[in-house]
């Protein structure tokens, strides 16, 4: 059959974002890092994108292979040599470090910027206007969720269900097309009101079809705003909220 369900996604900024993802999300200290620890999480997401045959770029497969070189470095017996004693002996996590940093720079600035173009669009030149009858609802917005918090997610799920290999392979019906899949997204989640539908319901097949149908079908919805995610706290459970306008 091939690569029946192999899928690209342009959300992924590059494996430095996912680093930086995990030292945030595990509250690391990036200037001593515990190269074993963000290792095994960085695998475990790499290993989550394969087993949804996510197309992933050759750059994360670089760094995977660079975080077990430097664990592999970490992990051998230090030799017994005689050095000056202000020689600097290198740290294998040297320069990992520094990239982090200079690119958590970038980041930031990149945020600021965009912050700044937000303000920028929501500045009008108009006469005031009262809003004393106006009922202003709160909106529920996506934060600081991103596609590895929900990749997170849906490895903790499938870790939860036991959704493990090899999954159902029996073909039931067709393929159904993914904006016919964000119409049944869409309708759960507005069906679920203000109080949300947690993420683990909207998988409610076991068949790798499913799970990457309705994984994109998220995607989508939230790239053109039409649902939004909020997470309580890491590695707490994601609901996802209906943001559109209600005609």
Same mark, same amino acid.
């Given at each position: 059959?091939?690569?029946?369900?192999? =899928?690209?996604?342009?959300?992924?900024?590059?494996?430095l974002? @996912?680093l930086?993802?995990?030292?945030?999300?595990?509250?690391? +200290?990036?200037?001593?890092?515990?190269?074993? %620890?963000?290792?095994?999480?960085?695998?475990n997401?790499?290993?989550?994108?394969?087993? @949804?045959?996510?197309?992933?770029?050759?750059?994360?497969?670089?760094?995977?292979?660079?975080?077990?070189?430097?664990?592999?470095?970490?992990?051998?017996?230090?030799?017994?040599?005689? /050095?000056?004693?202000d020689?600097?002996?290198? +740290?294998?996590r040297?320069?990992?470090?520094q990239?982090?940093i200079?690119?958590?720079?970038?980041?930031?600035?990149?945020?600021?910027?965009?912050?700044?173009?937000?303000?920028?669009? %929501? #500045?009008?030149?108009?006469?005031? /206007?009262?809003?004393?009858?106006?009922?202003?609802?709160? =909106?529920?917005?996506?934060? +600081?969720i991103?596609?590895?918090?929900? *990749?997170?997610?849906?490895?903790?799920?499938?870790?939860?269900?036991?959704?493990?290999?090899?999954? +159902? #392979?029996?073909?039931?019906?067709a393929?159904?097309?993914?904006e016919?899949?964000?119409?049944? =997204?869409?309708?759960? /989640?507005?069906?679920?009101?203000?109080?949300?539908?947690?993420?683990?319901?909207?998988?409610?097949?076991?068949?790798?079809?499913?799970?990457?149908?309705?994984?994109?079908?998220? *995607?989508?919805?939230?790239?053109?705003? %039409? =649902?939004?995610?909020?997470? #309580?706290?890491?590695?707490? #459970?994601?609901?996802?909220?209906?943001?559109?306008?209600?005609?």
């Amino acid at each position: 059959m091939g690569q029946a369900y192999q =899928v690209k996604i342009d959300t992924f900024e590059g494996p430095l974002d @996912l680093l930086l993802h995990l030292i945030n999300h595990y509250e690391i +200290d990036i200037y001593d890092i515990p190269v074993s %620890q963000i290792t095994e999480q960085y695998m475990n997401y790499i290993h989550t994108m394969q087993h @949804l045959e996510l197309n992933i770029a050759s750059e994360y497969l670089v760094m995977a292979a660079t975080l077990l070189a430097i664990k592999s470095q970490m992990l051998l017996p230090k030799q017994e040599l005689e /050095v000056e004693d202000d020689e600097y002996m290198e +740290d294998p996590r040297e320069e990992l470090m520094q990239r982090l940093i200079e690119y958590r720079k970038f980041k930031e600035a990149a945020e600021t910027f965009k912050e700044k173009e937000l303000e920028a669009h %929501q #500045t009008y030149t108009r006469p005031p /206007v009262i809003f004393d009858n106006l009922n202003i609802e709160k =909106v529920v917005v996506q934060g +600081d969720i991103s596609i590895y918090d929900m *990749l997170g997610a849906l490895s903790r799920m499938m870790e939860r269900k036991k959704w493990k290999e090899p999954l +159902d #392979t029996t073909i039931q019906r067709a393929e159904i097309p993914i904006e016919e899949r964000m119409e049944e =997204v869409l309708g759960a /989640v507005k069906l679920a009101k203000k109080n949300g539908i947690s993420f683990d319901e909207l998988f409610t097949e076991r068949t790798k079809s499913h799970i990457v149908i309705t994984f994109m079908a998220l *995607l989508e919805l939230i790239k053109i705003h %039409q =649902v939004s995610c909020k997470q #309580t706290k890491h590695f707490d #459970t994601l609901y996802v909220y209906y943001s559109g306008d209600e005609n």
